[in-house]
Nanobody, 125 residues
C-alpha cells in the first residue's frame, strides 16, 4: 500500500510563489508516474503536471506551463510542485497522485492509483 501526503499549501497574493511537497511511504517509488492535479469548487479535477519517476520525463498542462515546475527527490521519495507567478485562477485543492501500473504519463485522474488527501492553495487578487 502506498500513502501520499501533500504539504505546503496556503494563502498567497497574486504573483507570489508556493512549493508543494508530496511525500510517499509504504513502498518505494520506481518505474511509475507521479502526477499533480487540482480541483476548484464546482469544477472537475484537472491535470496540472506529471513526472516519470525514472527517466525524468515531465509534462505540464498548458495553463501552468512556464510557471510551475515539477521535480523529484528519489532519495526522499518526494515529489515537488514549485508554483510561481500564481494567479487567482490557480486557487484550488491540489492533489498528488501515483500511477504505479504503467510508466507512461497520462492526464486523466482515472489512470492514477493512489491519491493524497490534498492541500489548499488560495491566491488572492
Amino acid at each position: 500500500q502506498l500513502q501520499l501526503v501533500e504539504s505546503g499549501g496556503g494563502l498567497v497574493q497574486a504573483g507570489g510563489s508556493l512549493r508543494l511537497s508530496c511525500a510517499a511511504s509504504g513502498r518505494t517509488l520506481s518505474r511509475n508516474v507521479m502526477g499533480w492535479f487540482r480541483q476548484a469548487p464546482g469544477k472537475e479535477r484537472e491535470f496540472v503536471g506529471a513526472i516519470a519517476w525514472s527517466g525524468g520525463n515531465i509534462y505540464y498542462a498548458d495553463s501552468v506551463k512556464g510557471r510551475f515546475t515539477i521535480s523529484r527527490d528519489n532519495a526522499k521519495n518526494t515529489v515537488y510542485l514549485q508554483m510561481n507567478s500564481l494567479k487567482p485562477e490557480d486557487t484550488a485543492v491540489y492533489y498528488c497522485a501515483a500511477r504505479v501500473r504503467y510508466v507512461m504519463i497520462t492526464t486523466s485522474p482515472r489512470d492514477y492509483d493512489y491519491w493524497g488527501q490534498g492541500t489548499q492553495v488560495t491566491v488572492s487578487s
